[in-house]
Nanobody, 118 residues
Framework: QVQLVESGGGLVQAGGSLRLSCAAS????????MGWFRQAPGKQRELVAA???????NYADSVKGRFTMSRDDAKNTVYLQMNSLKPEDTAVYFC????????????WGQGTQVTVSS
């Protein structure tokens, strides 16, 4: 089992920045990939960013150039640095983990709210 705990959400004005953290614990040695998802009210959950154990990243087109995902293996933590935030970034952000890029995400955090005011 893997446990994921997000933190760092909050209220910020448009143009501002936030950094989300996701701390992993449990049997994490086999985890190969982690991702950040978000879900806005009335919308489907969408992938925002993902990172592999090798450090390769990919981003949704809507956040490219503004968001950066990184990992600190010594702390078993991944981060999502969010800059130039827009009101449309408002959502609950979830951290997720999976054993391989070939299988679905299996473990999910509880989510952290990000609200961007205009």
């Amino acid at each position: 089992q893997v446990q994921l705990v997000e933190s760092g959400g909050g209220l910020v004005q448009a143009g501002g920045s936030l950094r989300l953290s996701c701390a992993a614990s449990g049997t994490i040695l086999s985890i190969n990939a982690m991702g950040w998802f978000r879900q806005a009210p009335g919308k489907q959950r969408e992938l925002v960013a993902a990172i592999t154990s090798g450090g390769s990243t990919n981003y949704a087109d809507s956040v490219k150039g503004r968001f950066t995902m990184s990992r600190d293996d010594a702390k078993n933590t991944v981060y999502l640095q969010m800059n130039s935030l827009k009101p449309e970034d408002t959502a609950v952000y979830f951290c997720a983990a999976r054993y391989s890029t070939w299988v679905p995400y299996k473990y999910w955090g509880q989510g952290t709210q990000v609200t961007v005011s205009s």
